[in-house]
């Protein structure tokens, strides 16, 4: 069955057509520089409907309780560990090294490509609510052989023995290998029933016959650092420095995944999506891997010292570090700028990026998705009248996102 469509919703024509005629709010060079100091407290405006209106005001509400819940643990948390005066120390006197991979725009300096190939264990699974009768589901798990970028951190980034090891669980149908899309969870949210629900992965693989996989990212899952207490505490709690080899490792996992999905399973074209956290993941994909069909980032973030400005109480932490160490946002911004898509150009054409975002999302809000939009020199764009965690009209979306996919030659509309 298609899926179904609301005939009255009319947030994303007004948002869409609002936006294309506004200015670019995307930077012409050094955009962490240049992005406004203030760009944390602005809104994304949107004309709209008084239902839509309803709708976005009621569900940023369930937002802004999930992210003061989620900031208040990685204050508590993540926040002594990684962002004390010692580390935090240690990450400034990385920031040259970091940022000399800005020079010159070519990310495949600090994204390496995998130089061997990886044992793939594969497991037969019959995973808990999406288990078709038509296929195989399976699990598969191969070690991790990124090196760290940094080589101070080389040492203590592989202490962390269950990281070294990606997961990705994999619907295929029987018979020839189909083209597959490979979905990225947020943080904290890495479970396979409650992405193969969000990302509605039953209706790729049933309604556009395509297969479809999940992608575990790095310290969360069965990847977390020991001890850990709550999944993607890891990805933060070794601070800037760490979140920059964390984006760089899951670009190199996804790699050597799309290396034996092409390569050895035979699967003719992979393209990627993302939610949030793996929103972002999709958008660095975009600059770094030229063989992805299409990428799909769905309420990304772009530039997370902004973010995390906005992330009470942990924005309280990151204005006092700032004040301590005398430093501003713009030297915050350029820490962790050679892991945001925002320093890099698609190696993908405009024509095979889409942006979804949500005009009631608090957790990663509007302005990241219409950023990444301007960015990418306003591909194709879709807003939905919803929050981070409840994607209202989700039909009128995964509507259009058939449509790019049948512009694609990906599948055919009925």
């Not at 948390?77 to 006197?93: D, Q, V």
């Not at 769905?298 to 570090?321: H, I, K, S």
Request: charged share 20%; proline share 7%; net charge positive.
């Amino acid at each position: 069955m298609a899926p179904p469509t609301n005939r009255n919703a009319v947030v994303s024509r007004i948002a869409h057509e609002a936006c294309l005629h506004a200015p670019s709010q995307m930077p012409a060079e050094a955009w962490w520089k240049h992005l406004p100091w203030e760009f944390a407290k602005r809104n994304e405006s949107f004309e709209l409907a008084w239902l839509d209106r309803l709708r976005v005001e009621s569900t940023a509400a369930l937002d802004v309780a999930i992210r003061t819940s989620g900031a208040s643990a990685l204050t508590l948390l993540a926040a002594p560990l990684g962002y004390n005066p010692r580390t935090l120390s240690a990450a400034f006197g990385d920031l040259d090294f970091y940022a000399g991979f800005l020079a010159g725009g070519d990310a495949s300096r600090f994204f390496a490509r995998p130089k061997e190939r990886a044992t793939i264990r594969v497991r037969r699974t019959r995973p808990f609510l999406f288990t078709p009768r038509d296929g195989v589901v399976e699990s598969l798990r191969f070690e991790s052989r990124f090196e760290p970028v940094n080589p101070r951190l080389r040492d203590s980034y592989r202490r962390h023995r269950d990281n070294r090891y990606a997961h990705v669980r994999y619907w295929r149908h029987r018979g020839e290998p189909r083209p597959t899309v490979v979905a990225i969870h947020g943080f904290m949210a890495e479970g396979y029933a409650l992405n193969s629900w969000f990302f509605a992965l039953p209706w790729f693989y049933h309604h556009l016959g395509l297969d479809v996989a999940l992608f575990n990212l790095p310290f969360h899952g069965r990847r977390q650092t020991r001890f850990s207490p709550f999944s993607g505490h890891g990805f933060f709690a070794g601070g800037p420095s760490r979140i920059n080899e964390a984006f760089a490792q899951a670009i190199y996992d996804f790699r050597t995944l799309l290396n034996y999905l092409l390569e050895d399973r035979g699967v003719p074209q992979v393209g990627a999506t993302g939610v949030s956290l793996g929103g972002f993941t999709t958008a660095l994909l975009a600059a770094t891997e030229p063989r992805l069909a299409f990428a799909i980032p769905n309420v990304p973030v772009v530039t997370l010292a902004d973010l995390l400005l906005e992330w009470e109480p942990l924005g309280v932490v990151m204005r006092a570090v700032m004040g301590g160490f005398k430093t501003n946002i713009a030297e915050f911004r350029r820490l962790l700028a050679v892991t945001s898509p925002l320093s890099w150009r698609p190696v993908l054409p405009k024509s095979r990026l889409m942006v979804i975002g949500g005009v009631g999302d608090r957790l990663a809000p509007p302005k990241h998705s219409r950023l990444l939009w301007d960015h990418w020199d306003r591909c194709r764009l879709h807003w939905f009248p919803g929050s981070h965690v409840l994607h209202l009209d989700r039909g009128a979306y995964l509507g259009e996102i058939e449509k790019f996919l049948s512009e694609l030659g990906w599948v055919e509309r009925g």
